[in-house]
């Protein structure tokens, strides 16, 4: 396979969400402890799973686009991971990101 001349490319596109960047569920659940929600980072890893997979099936009627399947994702998490209502957006994810601590 041989790559395109670099001066022709003009658009470089990356898939970030799982590929470049990955969700630590270990400072979610740290974030979320310390609002008094017992969560545990293997439950929310599982949920994710379970979540993109469902989200990733073609709906007959639901979220078509990536801004609208990234509004049903947080909560379909929280809900597999039995935290409903704790990572809906727009003000649980909020709630949640302004306490995680900067990435090491």
Not at 1 to 18: E, R, W
Not at 29 to 50: K, Q
Not at 73 to 95: I, K, N
Request: hydrophobic share 40%.
């Amino acid at each position: 396979m041989s790559l395109p001349d670099p001066a022709s490319v003009s658009t470089l596109l990356l898939d970030a969400g799982g590929v470049l960047v990955k969700p630590s569920f270990a400072r979610v659940a740290e974030a979320l402890r310390e609002r008094g929600v017992a969560a545990e980072p293997a439950a929310l890893a599982a949920a994710e799973a379970r979540a993109k997979k469902a989200l990733d099936r073609p709906p007959s009627s639901g979220p078509s686009t990536d801004q609208e399947r990234g509004w049903h994702y947080c909560p379909r998490v929280g809900s597999l991971a039995e935290l409903a209502g704790h990572l809906d957006p727009p003000g649980g994810v909020r709630r949640i990101s302004a306490r995680l601590p900067p990435a090491r």
